[in-house]
């Protein structure tokens, strides 16, 4: 975690009336009713009045007084870095707080929300996310999480896309001892939301090998270079007592250079300034074919490069990633990181902070809806941005190095860490921890004293297990229905859906809770048209536009777009290198098998070798894959077919599925054997 060593260079305006707009500088300096302002060090040619805002550099022009700003930027301007009306709203009786508050308290790693299920009264809590950088969880805040869940929250833990947990359902009156204990078992929310560098997402397999470790510390490394300093979090939640754990002295010398005019002088901010970022800001760190992260979704994607013997040399980096879009609005749109260049390892958090600091100055910060960096780098071109990014970095990057395919790694069920212990990937549907669940992986982790690591897909690792601890725990996660991955649908283990309804200001349908049906939906239609169990292609789904569980990588999205209605989205890649695009809009929940039915028939039948869904609907074509949908009369039945439903009624597949597990199979594999004995022993002539 970082500390606020800005917090002691500056100084700090406590009082919560002051609002830090704008500051006319008058003899050298900013002034304001007598207030001295934390801007940046003026030029000393300032004879004249002139207009100072916090998002200029020493190097670039002063911004026009009349620019158009966001009302989100007025209130970050006027927040006193963050803390007001947030520190007056939360003493007040009301359930809620202010707008104003509610868009500080996102910096804090919080949402206000209402249960949208209870239409007669506004009942509402807030949302909590935490900062795990890798998905990095000690055991000791797990269990906490675990606890609050269940004596502040829903009673669930939700695992997110970036790594992280959310705890939902907490009451304003609850937040303070909430923010406080996570922050006393060393752990954080800051920055978690808002307008800022989020979440760092690295590989969650706890490999030891140089380069998933170089991978780890860097995550680690960048999340403490871009942790905001100027002790606004801290302030509010535990009464200014900061408690964290000391920074590497390469990430302080980083964040305090301000060789080529990176930094804010004397401010708590020697990054943010009083205005913080345009909009959310998003950093992966990956190992070359290991697209466990979805590398290319990312403001930066941060690739470890080694030599031949396996030392970690340095990072290629891709900039102007992004998934969140708006309904009918084309020029905002999903966009692929591309690739930037090739840093040497001791450059890479000059390197961030060079493109930080890029978008902090020239996004847009008039429409957020165009203020993400992706937008940025449409506009200018991959060219132009690297050349204004070297300004900042203060050298040429070099030429971004070759890399290995990519691939999707879920490392779901056993492996072997390479110290001797194990780890063990757990399937958790759609990301929510609840019931018995919850119970299981919390009596496992708390008996076994183990750590844990939270996946980009909205799954759990267990750490550090002990070779003799493995059945105990296989047992004990099957009892709880967490079956080793060749147990489950294979549909299951690569789709993802956001929270969404009932709690999601923003959901304009379902996606969590309908999720398993939907899956088990298009499971019978793989059925109907005859494609394998084994087979699979990735489904992702989400309640609105803004991507959360990232649907435009995924070779099946649906987006909500209205009630109970969806944008289909087709042609991602099960290695999540290819943007999906939309297929069809406004289609009815209970319609989707009128579309699903004709495409995937024709998948089976027109298919290239191993050729995955996504690969088949971009080699087809849209045009043809809705002339497809449009003429469909159904599947055709072949004269002759063989019936392998082996279950008819549900008590057998239950006590077969039983005896199964005593076995380590599935019932389908259990009862296929005992047909094939049976079949056998009559063929011998031993059958009665």
């Known amino acids: 975690m970082g500390s606020s060593v800005g917090a002691a260079n500056g100084i700090i305006l406590r009082d919560p009336k002051l609002r830090i707009q704008r500051f006319h500088l008058q003899n050298g300096f900013a002034t304001s009713s007598g ?40 209130i970050k301007e006027q927040s006193n870095f963050l803390r007001f009306p947030l520190n007056e709203e939360l003493l007040t009786e009301a359930p809620n707080i202010n707008e104003a508050a509610t868009q500080v308290i996102k910096f804090h790693g919080s949402y206000q929300q209402t249960n949208r299920d209870d239409r007669s009264t506004k009942a509402y809590s807030f949302m909590l996310r935490t900062k795990n950088p890798g998905g990095d969880v000690p055991n000791k805040l797990y269990l906490v999480m675990d606890d609050l869940a269940d004596e502040f929250g829903i009673g669930t833990l939700r695992l997110t896309t970036r790594q992280t947990f959310q705890l939902h359902g907490v009451v304003k009156k609850d937040l303070k001892i909430v923010m406080s204990t996570i922050i006393n078992s060393m752990a954080s929310t800051l920055g978690a939301c808002g307008d800022l560098n989020r979440n760092v997402l690295a590989p969650a397999a706890p490999y030891i090998r140089k380069d998933y470790e170089f991978a780890r510390e860097t995550a680690d490394n960048i999340a403490a270079l871009l942790t905001p300093q100027s002790g606004f979090y801290y302030d ?12 590497p002295p390469e990430v ?95 450059d890479i958090l000059y390197a961030i902070k ?102 980009p897909n909205q799954n ?28 489950v649908d294979p549909l299951n283990l690569t789709a993802m859906a956001c929270p969404a309804l009932p709690l999601c200001p923003l959901a304009q349908t379902e996606a969590e809770r309908v999720a398993p049906d939907l899956i088990k939906r298009v499971r019978a239609v793989f059925d109907k048209v005859g494609l394998k169990y084994n087979e699979s292609l990735v489904i992702r789904v989400t309640g609105c536009p803004n991507g959360c569980a990232r649907p ?37 929940v209970q319609d989707l098998e009128k579309v699903l039915e004709p495409l995937f028939y024709n998948w089976k039948h027109k298919r290239q070798r191993k050729e995955s869904f996504g690969d088949f609907t971009n080699r087809i074509g849209f045009e043809k894959l809705q002339e497809l949908v449009q003429n469909w009369d159904g599947v055709i039945r072949s004269p002759t077919r063989y019936n392998l439903k082996l279950f008819a009624d549900k008590e057998t597949f239950e006590v077969m599925d039983e005896l199964a597990r005593m076995e380590d199979k599935n019932a389908h594999q259990l009862a296929m054997e005992v047909i094939r004995n049976y079949v056998a022993a009559q063929q011998n002539g031993k059958g009665k």
């Not at 700003?69 to 007025?74: D, T, W």
């Open 35 to 74: 207030v001295l302002t934390l801007n940046r060090a003026p030029s000393s040619n300032t004879s004249s009045s002139l207009v100072v805002t916090a998002v200029s550099t020493p190097v670039q022009p002063i911004a026009p007084s009349h620019t158009k700003r966001s009302k989100v930027e007025l």
């Open 236 to 247: 509010l939640w535990v009464d200014g007592e900061q408690v964290m754990s000391a920074e």
């Open 252 to 346: 302080v010398r980083a964040r305090n250079d301000n060789s080529h005019g990176t930094n804010f002088s004397d401010s708590p901010e020697p990054i943010y300034g009083t205005q913080f970022l345009p909009r959310k800001f998003k950093i992966a760190v990956a190992v070359p074919g290991d697209n466990s992260v979805d590398i290319l979704t990312n403001d930066i994607g941060v690739v470890v490069v080694s030599d031949a013997d396996g030392e970690p040399q340095g990072f290629n980096l891709y900039v102007g990633g992004g998934m969140g879009r708006t309904h009918r609005i084309e020029t905002t749109f999903p966009r692929l990181g591309e690739p930037l260049g090739y840093v040497p390892k001791e």
């Open 354 to 455: 060079a493109i930080v600091v890029t978008q902090r100055e020239n996004g847009r910060r008039d429409d957020r809806r165009y203020s993400r960096m992706k937008y940025l780098l449409d506009s200018w071109g991959i060219e132009k941005f690297r050349t204004v990014v070297e300004q900042y970095y203060g050298k040429k990057f070099k030429p971004f190095q070759e890399l290995p395919q990519w691939e999707f790694k879920s490392y779901l069920g056993w492996h072997d860490q390479g110290n001797g212990l194990l780890f063990c990937g757990i399937h958790v549907d759609n990301g929510r921890i609840a019931g018995k669940m919850k119970t299981t992986l919390r009596e496992i982790i708390e008996k076994y004293n183990l750590n844990v690591r939270l996946t």
């Open 460 to 487: 759990l690792i267990l750490c550090d297990v002990r070779r003799a601890w493995r059945r105990p725990i296989t047992t004990a996660l099957a009892q709880a229905g967490l079956l080793h991955p060749r147990y």
């Open 552 to 588: 435009y990588m995924a070779e099946l999205g649906l987006v909500g777009d209205g009630p109970n209605s969806y944008q289909i989205w087709l042609g991602g890649t099960p290695n999540q290198t290819s943007l999906a695009e939309t297929f069809m809009n406004k289609v009815k």
